[in-house]
């Protein structure tokens, strides 16, 4: 019995031993996690900012018409790429040319009617001075009569007919000298080429061959299409929206934030991002590149009204915008609404917190100044037939 009592005791005081020798193992093997989880969280924790509440954003490019008319040719379908420049939707085009084709006849009408009036100045001129010459006889057949009467050579009738005649020639230049004034006013200062009318004609068949080239609607950018609305045979206005284009490679990442997050962001940080897409295999390197400057609610159509009795704190979210390397984007592209992880990293901190710069142009589409280019050639062409064979003055 007593070397019973003697091994329970033994093996209790090993339990002991061993239970102790245990705990002291955990306790220098959490003693090691937390220092290894100081160390991590002294260089690493306290300079990242991390959320899921991120998402990728782009633009919504809405293809519209700049002229009404019926659609007859449709060159682009959802999913379907299209670049820059490439033709989508083409209107009818028989009611474009129809105008166009006027507003050439109503130009060369008016080149024509313009030249008339450089023509009409100088018969105007050859006029007053035909009407001075008149004048001038008139005065000396007056003054002869004068002298004859005195003689009783003529009667006082012949003398008073003379003087009436003077009146007359001299009403006949006053008359015609305010023709020329008026006829003057209507081309000083301008050529034929430089003539109020002949430039509004001429902005007139621009306009026309502009509603002519609209009548093809180009890819204002390079892109999928997300949505086509256009059917054809549809009649379309300038309010409709045929299509939705998203340039994939013009995207970014919209990651809100918690506004304790925010203190230690900045403009320029280098950002790590994971999308759920992809999972953890693909990280994107991006940089914050803006913050809102306000918090969602602040720009909803009726903001929260916080003065009341009933208050209850919320932590409100702000959104950050993130930038990516487009090398990445084309290898593993990303579409607008998926989730993503975004990882900031908070060293440096004493770069800007709000962006500082304003930049110029950022987006930019189709230029229509070339079709103005070949609009001009036409108008020239347009008034050197129509002038070619018309003489004319430029006056001073």
Request: proline content about 3%; charged content about 25%.
């Amino acid at each position: 019995m007593a070397e019973d009592e003697t091994q329970r005791v033994d093996l209790a005081s090993k339990n002991r031993q061993q239970r102790k020798r245990w705990l002291i193992g955990l306790s220098l093997l959490f003693l090691v996690l937390g220092f290894v989880a100081l160390v991590y969280w002294l260089a690493v924790g306290q300079f990242r900012e991390e959320t899921d509440d991120a998402y990728v954003s782009g633009n919504l490019v809405q293809v519209m018409p700049q002229v009404s008319g019926h659609v007859t040719r449709i060159f682009a379908e959802e999913t379907n790429l299209v670049k820059k420049g490439d033709v989508l939707v083409t209107l009818e085009k028989a009611d474009a040319e129809v105008a166009l084709d006027k507003s050439k006849a109503e130009l060369a009408l008016t080149v024509r009617r313009v030249a008339e009036l450089y023509t009409n100045v100088e018969q105007l001129r050859a006029n007053v001075k035909i009407q001075q010459d008149i004048f001038e006889k008139a005065e000396q057949d007056h003054e002869r009569r004068k002298k004859l009467l005195i003689n009783q050579v003529i009667s006082r009738e012949e003398l008073d007919h003379a003087r009436i005649a003077v009146n007359s020639a001299r009403d006949s230049l006053s008359l015609a000298q305010h023709q020329l004034a008026a006829a003057v006013a209507l081309v000083e200062n301008s050529d034929l080429y430089h003539h109020p009318q002949t430039l509004q004609a001429a902005a007139n068949l621009r306009n026309a061959y502009l509603a002519w080239q609209r009548t093809t609607i180009y890819a204002p950018v390079t892109g999928y299409i997300a949505k086509r609305l256009v059917q054809v045979g549809q009649q379309v206005n300038l309010n409709t929206v045929l299509m939705v284009i998203v340039p994939l490679n013009q995207v970014w990442v919209d990651a809100n934030f918690k506004e304790s997050q925010l203190g230690n962001i900045r403009i320029g940080k280098p950002v790590v991002l994971i999308s759920d897409l992809y999972g953890s295999r693909v990280r994107y390197e991006g940089r914050v590149i803006g913050l809102s400057p306000g918090a969602g609610n602040t720009f909803d159509l009726l903001p929260p009204q916080n003065a009341t009795g009933n208050w209850i704190k919320i932590i409100q979210r702000l959104p950050v915008r993130i930038s990516l390397d487009p090398k990445q984007l084309d290898e593993n592209p990303l579409r607008l609404g998926l989730s993503m992880t975004v990882i900031v990293d908070t060293h440096q901190r004493n770069k800007e917190k709000l962006s500082q710069l304003s930049k110029g142009v950022i987006y930019d589409t189709k230029d229509e100044s070339s079709d103005l280019e070949k609009a001009n050639q036409v108008i020239d062409q347009i008034i050197k037939e129509n002038a070619e064979n018309i003489q004319y003055s430029t006056l001073p």
